[in-house]
């Protein structure tokens, strides 16, 4: 008898434990349920009608513009990215002068091909509609002051400084262009990293290759700094 009532405890306090264990797991699996959904809600919240993520990230103004002498031309042409700002208007339709200054040197064949590449992959929009500052022959397309600018340091660079690569050239127009327009690429590059893209290159954030990306976004503090 004794025997039978030790097992029937045994049992018994099998069946406990095991249902304490069957509610401990399915209260970590309700718990992780929930985590699952929160997470999943905050990445839809975060995706744009293009499947394209548009939250806003953490890439601050400080970060992308570009502060000192430019370090192949600053110096022989006079100028440094600090000239472009908003606290100081004056000094910045200046420094956008001094640029456009070289926008009617004259290109040899090879250097037209090059231009046309470099010129024909960054645009004005914030100011004016053109799909590029140029047309695809190499002829003005945009007249506001920051494509006279980025043309006249194109070929600036092209004939003085012929060893850089198209690539770093269009990044030199690129930092100017963010400087002309700070806070609506700001804007841009919290986009770009919220899809996982750098913003810290100036090709990403400033040429036509991810050009409308930060649309649908607020639109704070997009003034333009120089005439346009």
């Known amino acids: 008898m004794e025997k039978h009532e030790s097992e029937n405890e045994m049992k018994g306090g099998s069946t406990s434990s095991g249902k304490t264990e069957l509610y401990v797991q399915i ?39 570009p502060e000192g002498i430019p370090a192949v031309y600053g110096a022989s042409m006079g100028i440094s990215y600090d000239d472009v700002s908003p606290n100081n208007p004056r ?36 100011c004016c509609g053109a799909e590029s500052i140029i047309f695809s022959n190499g002829e003005r397309a945009c007249g506001c002051a920051h494509s006279y600018a980025m043309r006249g340091l194109a070929k600036y660079l092209l004939i003085n400084n012929p060893e850089m690569s198209d690539a770093d050239i269009l990044r030199e127009l690129g930092k100017w262009k963010v400087l002309f327009f ?34 649908g976004q607020s639109s704070s503090g997009g003034a333009m700094v120089g005439g346009c």
């Open 27 to 65: 209260g970590i699996i309700a718990i992780l349920a929930l985590v699952i959904v929160f997470n999943t809600g905050k990445v839809y919240s975060s995706i744009g009608p293009t499947g394209l993520a548009t939250g806003v990230g953490t890439v601050s103004a400080s970060e992308i513009i």
């Open 91 to 126: 000094l910045a339709d200046a420094t956008i002068a001094k640029l456009s200054e070289y926008e009617d040197l004259q290109l040899n064949a090879e250097q037209l091909e090059r231009y046309i590449m470099i010129a024909g992959s960054i645009s004005c929009e914030y």
């Open 182 to 215: 700070p806070g609506i690429h700001e804007q841009k590059a919290q986009v770009l990293e919220a899809n996982g893209i750098d913003s810290t290159d100036y090709i990403n954030l400033a040429s036509n290759l991810y050009r409308g990306i930060e649309k």
